[in-house]
């Protein structure tokens, strides 16, 4: 069996801890600087994740948005930016969203196996539709089914609140990247990073604080959790490496 990808969380949350507001707009948490970092942790991953919620509300495009990052990648012989992965219980994605209609990789949704039929006829040759599980998707189940049929070895999980809480508290997760935003959104409705779970970091066995930095208005904190956690800045060298023959 193929070794789990190696998984980055990556979030940005205000003071109080919210990934969002509960407004009909998303509220912007991070700063240029640090979106440019984000798409730089995008480059070196395999795949990038977010959940249903996120795909409906942001419509993200979930690209690679650097010219000289997608030279990169294609230079050392991957796509100009990750596969996209999404899951969905409901199977209620459009066709037309931002993450079916750009860039030119493959595109993956995860569903329970009671969903796939409805949802490859919708979605045709737009994305890979993958059935796994009764009635949710276990990350872990879909941690194994990238890495032994998609080829994934790293996958980014951008959010939302939902997926992060299933990753974390699976004990899924490599490093966390938790950027926090100069502000509070202070309303009961708006998505929160995380939910309740029996996470494996507690009081008593407390998360690897590997980094911090300040970005601008915001900080961000690299936690290590796994003893796997680094094994991405290797790659980062030979991307520089490579980086330095491009002319
Ligand atoms: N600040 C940040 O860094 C950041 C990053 C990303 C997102 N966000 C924000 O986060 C909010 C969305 O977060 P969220 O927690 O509401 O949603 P989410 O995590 O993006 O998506 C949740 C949805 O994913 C599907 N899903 C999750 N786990 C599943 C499982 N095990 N099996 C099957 N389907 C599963 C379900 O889709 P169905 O409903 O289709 O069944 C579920 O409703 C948005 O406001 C977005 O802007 C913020």
Same mark, same amino acid.
């Given at each position: ?120 006829? +919708?979605?045709?040759?737009? *994305?890979?539709?993958?059935? /796994? #599980? %009764? ?5 872990? =189940? @879909?941690? !194994? ?59 008593? +066995?407390?998360?690897?604080? *590997?980094?911090?930095?300040? /970005? #601008? %208005? ?5 936690? =290590? @959790?796994? !003893? ?20």
């Amino acid at each position: 069996m193929s070794e789990r990808p190696y998984v980055t969380l990556s979030c940005a949350m205000s003071i109080d801890g919210y990934l969002d507001s509960a407004e009909p707009h998303r509220l912007a948490m991070s700063n240029a600087a640090d979106l440019d970092r984000v798409d730089d942790v995008r480059a070196l991953h395999d795949a990038i994740m977010v959940g249903a919620s996120t795909v409906r509300r942001d419509n993200p495009r979930l690209l690679v948005r650097d010219a000289a990052r997608r030279a990169r990648r294609l230079a050392s012989g991957r796509r100009e930016s990750p596969a996209k992965v999404t899951v969905t219980a409901s199977g209620d994605l459009a066709p037309d969203a931002a993450f079916f209609t750009t860039g030119e990789g493959t595109r993956i949704v995860y569903c329970p196996r009671d969903r796939e039929a409805e949802l490859r006829r +919708r979605l045709g040759d737009r *994305a890979t539709v993958v059935g /796994i #599980g %009764d009635d949710c998707v276990m990350m872990a =189940a @879909l941690l !194994d089914d990238l890495a032994g049929h998609r080829g994934v070895r790293s996958l980014m999980v951008e959010g939302g609140g939902t997926v992060l809480t299933q990753f974390l508290g699976a004990d899924l997760v490599d490093e966390l990247h938790l950027v926090i935003a100069p502000f509070f959104v202070g309303e009961a409705r708006a998505p929160r990073v995380v939910g309740p779970a029996a996470f494996p970091w507690t009081a008593s +066995r407390r998360a690897r604080l *590997a980094d911090t930095s300040q /970005i #601008g %208005d915001v900080v961000l904190l690299r936690y =290590a @959790l796994s !003893d796997r956690f680094g094994m991405l800045d290797d790659q980062s060298a030979d991307a520089g490496r490579v980086a330095a023959e491009i002319p």
